[in-house]
């Protein structure tokens, strides 16, 4: 039987706002129908098992929060050095923080990741796929930074997001300087 591509999409997106409202723990093939408002075994119908549905909602994940062809365009387009790369790390922090239940959702899957080496492997997979793709793009606008320094910033967008999507710890600063301090001590 044909899978219907946007209701694959539309499970997939339930199965994100669960995981994001109810952690790992309440992602199951149940709830994922009742979230999508579809017949009880839909979900299974389109991710056999809860492997299948995670490596789903990674490929979800990926999808919503890539950046537009009009982003990667105007960063084409301007001037490499710390500016233009603070610009693309402030749009990485926007798209993940506009898509708040993604980004908590990816969290969860994050934690899961430390309990399941099946999970480990779908997100340590996609992880370096992104990785990859952050460096090349750095390399082919020009911008400064090697492979260390884009994981350095991963893991300091890692820590800010989870700040600011939970108790932040000094919501008087704005995103944009925490940002602008972190290229700053990072691209000297």
Known sequence: ???????????????????AREGSRGLTHRAVDEAAGV?????????????ALVAGLVD???????????????RAQGD??????????????????????????L???RLESSRRPEVAAVLGAWQRAGL?????????????????????FHYAIDGLLLDRLTTPI?????TDAVIDDLVAGLLR
């Open 39 to 51: 017949p009880t075994g839909t979900t299974s119908n389109y991710f056999r098992s809860r492997d």
């Open 60 to 74: 979800r994940i990926g999808e919503r929060l890539a950046p537009t062809p009009d982003d990667l365009e105007r």
């Open 80 to 105: 490499p050095g710390p500016g233009l790369f603070a610009d693309y790390v402030r749009d990485i922090v926007r798209r993940l923080t506009d898509d708040r239940e993604v980004t908590i959702a």
């Open 1 to 19: 039987m044909a899978k219907n591509e946007t209701r694959r999409r539309a499970i997939a997106d339930a199965g994100l706002a669960v995981l």
């Open 170 to 174: 000094d919501p008087a600063t704005s």
């Open 107 to 109: 969290f969860e899957l």
């Open 132 to 152: 990859d793709a952050d460096v090349a793009f750095n390399a082919e606008a020009g911008l400064p930074g090697g492979r260390r320094e884009i994981a350095l």
